[in-house]
């Protein structure tokens, strides 16, 4: 990585630090863990009233690690860089409560296997993050968006995007099973990485579909999703990306009757940037198979939903929410020929959409949601601009594009072929400075500047 840190970015509110700086930092004892710990707390101690990113928080247990963080020669990519969990992921020190009255207070004693990497990198485990019931439906987040009170953040990863947006944590997981990840980066304002489907261990993250949940992570910036990445062995491409006469594919997507004001703003904003760049942006229609997408992800969510949902349906029925009881008794309606019929009609998506790489596409441009996020928490957004991506296991780098007409953050995602996730993340730092050009103004609103 080329980025570099000035000294006089020590003098900055250390909350305010993207989680590639406070790293650079803390390496150079510019900047203790135990000073940026204690920066978060008292941003959170500010906002949380209202944000409500938080479920689990110990203000004691976080200042104590920092402390034997700092008595470490700094030594793994995350050394004592905050990092929020979304509570549906195990962690060792905190509840999994997977914001469920079934689970309330659960301690698994155990890091799921993503945490166990950022911790064993030298992450420091900030707490978990509010979360729609089991990541699916049924209870909602209390969470708020950091940009407006009566707006959502996005589902269900709500507490941890609203946590990195809000400059609670540099740093959170999130999961998608629809668009659980990229759409509350999106409304959120911030970056986000969905990796391709299997390349980050699920091991202690509670699934909903098998087929389709994946791990993804949130920060403030390309260099931040880089610096996570590298962690987890998914090494950044070092041929250098060239901007003029990069092939972009601005893609609608087959779903492109559900786009809002605000989504067509900031994809066309995006394009429109990208071209005057040098970019050479041009449209891709997919072809009819990939219309049948959005359906075939309905009936493998459904299918597998049901199987999920199975063991609090039979052990705790009268806790478990009446949508997701509803899930498991509707077990029967999804047919082994519809099922089926979905996974093949992935997997021939899948081959075909990877075969468009090539010498007339490098990157694909398209919705990250409809638009900006909807007013109350009740619903969380629409997933409709995601779930393709998801089901197809290709990786996605959420990037904010703007506001919408209400003056909410809306992002674009980039989008690769899958396994190019080294490839994405260097196209992404080449092109995200051209795509975002509102994050001093983001900045300065949320801080009272």
């Not at 510019?30 to 209202?50: F, H, K, P, W, Y």
């Not at 409304?187 to 909903?208: A, D, N, Q």
Request: net charge negative.
């Amino acid at each position: 990585m080329t980025e570099s840190i000035s000294a006089t970015q020590v003098a900055t509110d250390p909350a305010q630090l993207s989680a590639f700086e406070a790293a650079s930092l803390i390496r150079s004892r510019q900047l203790s863990c135990e000073e940026l710990v204690r920066a978060c707390l008292a941003r959170i101690a500010a906002r949380d009233g209202v944000v409500k990113a938080w479920l689990s928080l110990d203000p004691d247990h976080a200042i104590s690690r920092a402390r034997a963080l700092d008595k470490l020669p700094p030594t793994g990519a995350l050394h004592g860089v905050p990092l929020g969990v979304k509570d549906v992921i195990d962690t060792a020190d905190y509840p999994t409560t997977q914001n469920s009255v079934i689970y309330d207070g659960l301690k698994v004693g155990r890091d799921a296997a993503c945490v166990a990497v950022a911790r064993g990198s030298g992450a420091l485990i900030l707490g978990k993050t509010d979360t729609v019931e089991f990541a699916s439906s049924g209870r909602r987040a209390l969470t708020t968006n950091p940009y407006n009170r009566a707006h959502t953040p996005g589902g269900s990863s709500s507490g941890s995007g609203a946590a990195v947006g809000d400059y609670h944590v540099p740093l959170a997981f999130g999961t998608q099973t629809g668009g659980s990840h990229i759409r509350p980066a999106s409304f959120c304002g911030i970056y986000g990485l969905k990796p391709s489907w299997g390349l980050v261990s699920r091991e202690g993250l509670r699934m909903s579909s098998i087929t389709l949940d994946t791990l993804g992570w949130y920060g403030r910036s390309v260099a931040d999703l880089i610096l996570v990445a590298s962690v987890f062995r998914i090494a950044t491409d070092p041929a250098p990306v060239a901007v003029t006469g990069l092939r972009v594919g601005l893609c609608r997507s087959p779903v492109w009757d559900a786009i809002e004001p605000g989504g067509v703003m900031a994809l066309e904003a995006a394009a429109a940037k990208l071209a005057a760049a040098g970019c050479i942006v041009e449209e891709l229609v997919l072809p009819e198979p990939f219309t049948r997408l959005h359906a075939a992800h309905r009936t493998i969510m459904a299918g597998e939903g049901a199987a999920s949902f199975l063991p609090e349906y039979v052990t705790a029925p009268a806790l478990l929410a009446p949508d997701l009881k509803a899930r498991v008794e509707a077990m029967g309606e999804v047919s082994p020929e519809a099922w089926l019929g979905a996974y093949a009609l992935a997997d021939a998506c899948r081959v075909q959409f990877d075969a468009l790489f090539g010498p007339t596409l490098d990157v694909v441009l398209t919705p990250s949601s409809p638009g900006e996020a909807p007013v109350g928490l009740q619903s969380t957004g629409n997933a409709i601009f995601n779930s393709m991506w998801t089901l197809l296991h290709v990786p996605n780098v959420g990037i904010p594009s703007g506001r919408g007409p209400a003056n909410l953050p809306v992002g674009v995602t980039l989008v690769g072929k899958r396994m190019s996730d080294g490839r994405l993340l260097a196209q992404a730092r080449a092109l995200a400075p051209i795509i975002d050009t509102d994050g001093e103004a983001r900045l300065a609103e949320l801080w009272g500047g």
